[in-house]
């Protein structure tokens, strides 16, 4: 199995960028997707991003399309999610997933692997 951990969340002014990181471990060796999704108080976890494990495919919600990118280094085992333009409405608990296979996942039930989340809070 895979051990994903998040990490770059903190807190930023409207307009502000993070780059939010999901180092992972464990049997890499195998091809795995990786998903970026974010909880907010009071509403249900949702999609953000998804990279498929050659990089050469990716998905955003429509909500952070052309705000968000998603991107990896397979040598690092480390999948990248770049926030630029932020918004308060983006404030959520990010979690990063990861499951194995080659194609794209973008269905939260799609994921067997996840992290225990980061904490980004976008002030206005």
């Known amino acids: 199995q895979v051990q994903v951990i998040e990490s770059g969340g903190g807190l930023v002014q409207a307009g502000g960028s993070l780059r939010l990181s999901c180092a992972a471990s464990?049997?890499?060796?195998?091809?795995?997707?990786v998903g970026w999704f974010r909880q907010a108080p009071g509403k249900e976890r949702e999609f953000v991003a998804t990279?498929?494990?050659?990089?050469?495919?990716?998905y955003y919600a429509d909500s952070v399309q052309g705000r968000f990118t998603i991107s990896r280094d397979n040598a690092k085992n480390t999948v990248y999610l770049q926030m630029n333009s932020l918004k308060p409405e983006d404030t959520a608990v990010y979690y990063c997933?990861?499951?194995?296979?080659?194609?794209?996942?973008?269905?939260?039930?799609?994921?067997?692997?996840w992290g225990q989340g980061t904490q980004v809070t976008v002030s206005s």
């Open positions: 997933a990861a499951t194995y296979g080659s194609s794209v996942y973008m269905s939260l039930r799609a994921y067997d692997y």
């Open positions: 464990g049997r890499t060796s195998m091809a795995y997707g």
């Open positions: 990279i498929t494990y050659s990089g050469g495919s990716t």
